[in-house]
């Protein structure tokens, strides 16, 4: 873990949260479940541990469950959590984790590549992925030494960090719709403001 990563772990998710008008007070009160996983770095099983979907999905979702049920109060509290929690693991993916820990030991990474080639004048974006499964075997002394071996560890790109943003707002979108929603409609209405403006001040300079 670098200061870095606690960052970006901070203020992606953060800053999606508060992009969609969610109650900015709650929204800060969850925030350190933001940065909870990579507390299993000081038992020496640093993305095993809590880097895993029992941890990070399983058990918050029951938590949401029972919230709605019997502590309606409290639901948007672990609804945020959950969100914080799954944007984690989203953006560790990258670097590899014991997903099904302790079911398996074995390291799954997934990164995705964003690109765009050019046709003419003409962009193409195209999205380059790949999946890889890292046995137990080919790790190092299992979590000691921050996930898998220097000799199959591939550390984040830009571009591998762009596509944890790109699936995180895709995860926001899913879990919190309408406001999404709203968002995308305000932010389209404010690119044809500007569009219309140059375009105004185009055709009155060219009178």
């Not at 970006?8 to 929204?27: D, E, V």
């Not at 899913?174 to 406001?179: D, P, R």
Request: aromatic share 14%; no cysteine; net charge negative.
């Amino acid at each position: 873990m670098n200061v870095m990563d606690t960052f970006a772990h901070i203020t992606i998710p953060l800053l999606i949260l508060l992009a969609l008008r969610i109650n900015t007070r709650k929204a800060l009160l969850m925030l350190p479940l933001a940065v909870i996983p990579d507390l299993d770095l000081f038992f020496r099983q640093h993305r095993l541990l809590f880097h895993n979907v029992f941890f990070i999905i399983v058990i918050p979702l029951i938590v949401v469950i029972y919230m709605h049920k019997y502590k309606p109060k409290y639901y948007d509290y672990a609804w945020i959590g959950l969100f914080y929690l799954a944007s984690h693991l989203i953006l560790d993916l990258s670097e590899g984790i014991a997903l099904f820990y302790p079911l398996t030991t074995d390291f799954y990474q997934i990164t995705a590549n964003l690109y765009v080639n050019f046709w003419g004048p003409i962009p193409f974006p195209w999205l380059e992925s790949s999946f890889d499964v890292i046995a137990a075997e080919s790790t190092v002394a299992i979590g000691e030494q921050l996930g898998p071996s220097e000799a199959v560890q591939r550390y984040p790109s830009m571009s591998d960090t762009s596509s944890g943003l790109l699936i995180t707002l895709l995860l926001a979108a899913m879990m919190y719709f309408e406001k999404s929603r709203v968002f995308i409609s305000e932010v389209r209405k404010l690119i044809e403001d500007i569009f219309h403006y140059f375009k105004d001040l185009l055709l009155n300079l060219i009178k």
